[in-house]
């Protein structure tokens, strides 16, 4: 297959922007007053205002205008805040046959940057991608949103390498996820960590699984990331305590698809005794530990109480409870929490079905070589 004509591969670290030779005139310069161009600003004034754009212009447009631009994308100062695009690994849930398919799309971002660097899909990985940006940062990364799908090599590097968090962002699942039962053991890296968002993906791998039919089984790469030791979710209350030990300037926690016992309740209140900022979406907490929360968490100016189950709406009492704090936003409605639920179950046992259906094919593999 022929390239496409006029199209100049690019290179991360190596590639520069062409250069555009301009004349001017004497007689020019005479006619038009002297303007600053933005070039000529100085590199760290520069790199405030590249910080601000976002990660697809500073990795797919900026770098390539001029040489100044190109040399100041690459400043750490641009890489303080980093909040990674969606990742949506594409297929997730296949028929028998695609089993061991390589997962063909990655989301809109990332499909993107593959096919400008024109990097072989077969080779691309979120953790290398992960590092790469990571590393741009030079250890002075500040906030953090790590795309989902994310696996325990990619999370451990960034608790080494980002010694001065202050926010981090993990979306994927604290049940289904693997690599999330790691992260109360790596919380105790980011001492200054502020504020942290955990859950929220569950949603986008329902979107996908509602339309695919009677798949029965899970991709490859999406199979990798899943916990099947056992159905738990003790992981939130161990993640909390962590915090509560090492966080000593922590404010701020926003808990999404996750259920809220007695324990994790207990743990908000005994180990965060700091909080001011609490969130939380499409989770379930009984109406008992919800008063919990209210009577406990003296400092809190700020409780969103998103679409979650276990309780009756809220009532004049907990509204009496929930008086002292400044800004409390209750939405109730009908939840998803107990689908998402089935879903994680339904997630796991697919991939128990994956694990069995690979035995299969060995020992089948072996009983042909014993007959040969």
Same mark, same amino acid.
């Given at each position: 297959m022929s390239r496409p004509e006029k199209k100049m591969k690019r290179s991360l670290d190596l590639a520069s922007p062409p250069t555009i030779n301009r004349v001017v005139s004497n007689q020019d310069n005479h006619h038009q007053p002297l303007s600053r161009r933005w070039e000529d600003l100085e590199v760290d004034c520069l790199a405030n205002v590249f910080a601000r754009v976002g990660m697809e212009s500073l990795l797919l447009a900026l770098p390539f205008v001029c040489k100044s631009w190109y040399a100041t994308s690459h400043?750490?100062?641009? &890489?303080? $805040?980093?909040?990674f695009p969606d990742f949506e690994p594409n297929p997730m849930f296949v028929s028998v046959h695609e089993i061991d398919f390589e997962t063909r799309k990655f989301g809109p971002f990332y499909d993107k940057f593959i096919n400008e660097y024109r990097i072989n899909r077969t080779r691309f990985s979120i953790t290398g991608f992960i590092k790469l940006v990571i590393k741009r940062s030079d250890g002075k990364a500040t906030?953090?949103?790590?795309? *989902?799908f994310c696996n325990e090599e990619g999370l451990r590097y960034v608790s080494e390498t980002c010694p001065e968090l202050r926010m981090l962002h993990l979306c994927d699942d604290l049940v289904l996820f693997k690599h999330c039962r790691v992260v109360s053991e790596l919380i *105790? /890296? &980011?001492?200054?960590?502020?504020h942290l968002t955990l859950g929220g993906k569950c949603g986008e791998i329902l979107k996908q699984y509602s339309g695919e039919g009677s798949v029965e089984y899970l991709s490859k790469s999406f199979e990798a990331l899943l916990a099947f030791d056992k159905f738990s979710d003790g992981n %939130? @209350? /161990?993640?909390? =305590? +962590? =915090? *509560?030990? @090492?966080? /000593?300037?922590?404010? $701020?926690? @926003?808990?999404?698809?996750t259920l809220v016992g007695e324990a994790e309740a207990l743990a908000i209140v005994t180990m965060l005794p700091g909080l001011m900022d609490l969130t939380l979406g499409q989770s379930r907490i009984e109406r008992?530990? %919800? =008063?919990?929360?209210? +009577? *406990?968490?003296?400092k809190l100016c700020c409780f969103n109480l998103w679409y979650c189950e276990g309780f009756e709406g809220c009532d004049p009492e907990l509204l009496k409870l929930a008086s002292h704090i400044s800004e409390f936003w209750y939405k109730g409605a009908v939840t998803d929490f107990t689908r998402l639920n089935v879903l994680k179950r339904n997630i796991?046992?697919? #991939?128990?079905?994956? +694990?069995? &259906? !690979? /035995? #299969? !094919?060995?020992?089948?593999? !072996?009983v042909l070589d014993l007959d040969e």
């Amino acid at each position: 297959m022929s390239r496409p004509e006029k199209k100049m591969k690019r290179s991360l670290d190596l590639a520069s922007p062409p250069t555009i030779n301009r004349v001017v005139s004497n007689q020019d310069n005479h006619h038009q007053p002297l303007s600053r161009r933005w070039e000529d600003l100085e590199v760290d004034c520069l790199a405030n205002v590249f910080a601000r754009v976002g990660m697809e212009s500073l990795l797919l447009a900026l770098p390539f205008v001029c040489k100044s631009w190109y040399a100041t994308s690459h400043n750490p100062l641009c &890489w303080k $805040s980093l909040s990674f695009p969606d990742f949506e690994p594409n297929p997730m849930f296949v028929s028998v046959h695609e089993i061991d398919f390589e997962t063909r799309k990655f989301g809109p971002f990332y499909d993107k940057f593959i096919n400008e660097y024109r990097i072989n899909r077969t080779r691309f990985s979120i953790t290398g991608f992960i590092k790469l940006v990571i590393k741009r940062s030079d250890g002075k990364a500040t906030s953090l949103k790590l795309p *989902g799908f994310c696996n325990e090599e990619g999370l451990r590097y960034v608790s080494e390498t980002c010694p001065e968090l202050r926010m981090l962002h993990l979306c994927d699942d604290l049940v289904l996820f693997k690599h999330c039962r790691v992260v109360s053991e790596l919380i *105790g /890296k &980011w001492k200054y960590l502020e504020h942290l968002t955990l859950g929220g993906k569950c949603g986008e791998i329902l979107k996908q699984y509602s339309g695919e039919g009677s798949v029965e089984y899970l991709s490859k790469s999406f199979e990798a990331l899943l916990a099947f030791d056992k159905f738990s979710d003790g992981n %939130l @209350h /161990k993640i909390l =305590v +962590q =915090v *509560g030990i @090492h966080c /000593k300037n922590f404010r $701020s926690l @926003h808990i999404f698809e996750t259920l809220v016992g007695e324990a994790e309740a207990l743990a908000i209140v005994t180990m965060l005794p700091g909080l001011m900022d609490l969130t939380l979406g499409q989770s379930r907490i009984e109406r008992d530990n %919800l =008063v919990m929360l209210l +009577q *406990g968490c003296k400092k809190l100016c700020c409780f969103n109480l998103w679409y979650c189950e276990g309780f009756e709406g809220c009532d004049p009492e907990l509204l009496k409870l929930a008086s002292h704090i400044s800004e409390f936003w209750y939405k109730g409605a009908v939840t998803d929490f107990t689908r998402l639920n089935v879903l994680k179950r339904n997630i796991l046992t697919m #991939g128990i079905k994956n +694990q069995i &259906w !690979r /035995k #299969g !094919r060995m020992l089948m593999a !072996r009983v042909l070589d014993l007959d040969e």
